[in-house]
């Protein structure tokens, strides 16, 4: 990708252990995923404390036959991703990965809250090169309703000083419903279950306004209902302010890009919105199909989000061409 990647590239990121799925680099090289997607190489939760070591090695190797890859002959290359245990780890596979130039585009940082969050961002400032970081937010000290709003704001706080750096901020559905004790069933969502669903809720009021905010993990790949399953919680997330999904399973990439696929009423409305007379005297009108009011000042944002994603992951039933034009007036 020759542009900086934004939070909304990330889209459907798909984990894999660092340690395992051989397969993975021929899967690139032939081109066997839908596209887009993103790419994680997980040290963390996947990897046994035991084999740390060896998942390192493994995945340098495999880093290494991406890159020979790539340089034979032209492929889809996905964002990849390293997610790591520490701030230490992330710091030394950085060097590490410095003969890999333009490969790995950034590292993701786990159970990030305020006991750690110190930690990493001084690392970041440490490490001076052009990574981007997404921090998962999935910590059971978040939980406590005592100091949840008070830490969640710190965190976005203390980001801050690295801002251009974070790329995404990520969340944790099954950690965070581990700490509950519970799971959700195929025919059930994360928003079902409540005290999960607050936390999810404050993550995004506390996000959302300057960072692109992903939704969680859906755990089903296969049998019964797992596609309606994972469809009907993606577009719930996007309807809480959620943008992508972290995936682990190929088939699960087309169900999340063709829920982030814009609507051609919703693209029509977009444009309208953010191509704006500005010699109107007026700031509202009907929708391009004359069912909903558009207001500029209060859909500029959401016209905005629109078009980012109409960009990157296309329109369903795309329309006729109004003129040919469209005049983003920076807000892309």
């Given amino acids: 990708m020759d542009k900086k990647p934004t939070g909304y590239d990330v889209g459907a990121l798909m984990y894999c252990p660092a340690n395992g799925h051989d397969s993975i680099v021929d899967g690139l090289k032939n081109e066997r995923f839908a596209r887009p997607f993103s790419l994680a190489f997980c040290l963390e939760d996947t990897v046994r404390d035991d084999e740390v070591d060896a998942a ?166 296969a049998g019964a209902g797992w596609e309606a399953g994972l469809r009907r919680e993606t577009e719930l997330d996007l309807l809480c302010g959620f943008v992508g999904k972290t995936v682990i399973h190929p088939n699960q990439i087309p169900v999340v890009n063709d829920c982030l696929r814009v609507s051609a009423a919703d693209y029509q409305d977009a444009c309208r919105i953010l191509n704006w007379d500005p010699d109107s005297p007026r700031l509202v009108s009907s929708s391009a199909e004359a069912t909903r009011m558009n207001e500029y000042n209060t859909h500029f944002r959401w016209a905005d989000r629109v078009l980012r994603l109409a960009r990157i992951y296309g329109i369903k039933n795309e329309p006729e061409p109004q003129d040919g034009r469209i005049n983003f007036k920076g807000q892309l």
């Avoid at 990965?97 to 930690?119: D, Q, W």
């Avoid at 690392?123 to 970081?133: D, K, N, P, Q």
């Fill in 56 to 221: 390192e090695r493994t995945l340098c190797r495999t880093l290494e036959q991406i890159d020979a890859a790539r340089r034979e002959r032209a492929f889809y290359l996905p964002l990849i991703f390293v997610r790591v245990r520490s701030p230490q780890q992330m710091e030394k596979l950085a060097g590490l990965s410095a003969r890999f130039s333009g490969l790995l585009t950034g590292f993701i940082l786990p159970k990030f809250f305020v006991e750690n969050c110190g930690e990493y961002i001084a690392a970041i400032r440490r490490i001076r090169a052009g990574f981007l970081y997404m921090p998962i937010l999935e910590s059971p000290s978040m939980v406590g309703l005592s100091r949840r709003a008070a830490g969640l704001e710190e965190v976005r706080d203390r980001l801050e000083e690295v801002g251009d750096q974070i790329l995404n901020i990520r969340v944790g559905g099954n950690d965070l419903s581990h700490a509950f004790g519970l799971r959700r069933p195929v025919d059930s969502t994360i928003y079902d279950i409540r005290p999960v669903a607050g936390l999810l809720t404050d993550i995004v009021t506390t996000f959302a306004p300057r960072y692109v905010v992903s939704g969680p993990v859906w755990e089903y790949y």
